[in-house]
């Protein structure tokens, strides 16, 4: 999704002293079902995903554009004991020692490891043109929880107003031919969105 880098870094900033956000109900819920291996959140943001899985002693890349946000989740971290560390832009291998390993990236242009991550969460963020590096990058047997918002958003407030960022109604069940769904929802009350569970073969 494009946005301005500065916008989104004044955004999280204004927001830094502000409790952190709580994890995704849909990530709550399937927590104890996800694998514990090397993990990305993709688009991050100020970390609700990460520190949660983190919190459970995995290995998590945290990637973002935002310098702001990726600030903040290193503060949020080191408050909860969390180990955690930045790595060089462009060489995000997948993170295997527990806590936080925070890569900046630009995700329009990111190169995502091959066969790096045991989980890979994305919730809130749609960029259609790296949907086959996901696949690419989970190993055999890694799973993928996807979650964004459909054009459904549209008839609610919040959420982006662009259509180019709105999945159309059941694009989400067909956007990874190369995984197997494990679970697939879409909601339209309140919001418009659409959940993603997929595992890749072994």
């Not at 002693?57 to 990637?63: G, L």
Request: with cysteine.
């Amino acid at each position: 999704m494009a946005a301005n880098t500065a916008e989104w870094d004044a955004k999280h900033r204004a927001a830094a002293d502000a409790p952190a956000a709580e994890p995704a109900e849909f990530v709550r819920e399937l927590l104890p079902l996800l694998p514990t291996g090397p993990a990305l959140d993709l688009a991050c943001g100020t970390g609700r995903h990460s520190l949660l899985l983190a919190g459970r002693h995995q290995a998590v890349t945290a990637a973002d554009f935002s310098d702001a946000a990726l600030e903040i989740l290193e503060r949020r971290s080191l408050e909860a004991r969390i180990a955690v560390r930045r790595v060089e832009h462009g060489n995000a291998a997948g993170n295997r020692s527990p806590g936080i390993q925070l890569w900046r990236a630009d995700l329009e242009r990111v190169r995502l490891p091959e066969r790096a991550f045991a989980l890979i969460v994305c919730v809130n963020y749609l960029q259609r043109s790296i949907f086959a590096a996901l696949e690419r990058a989970l190993i055999p047997g890694g799973v993928l929880l996807y979650e964004t918002f459909t054009v459904a958003q549209l008839e609610f407030g919040g959420g982006p107003r662009n259509r180019e960022y709105l999945l159309e109604s059941g694009e989400l069940r067909c956007a990874f031919p190369g995984l197997r769904t494990l679970f697939y929802r879409e909601l339209r009350a309140g919001k418009g969105i659409a959940g993603l569970i997929a595992r890749k073969a072994d």
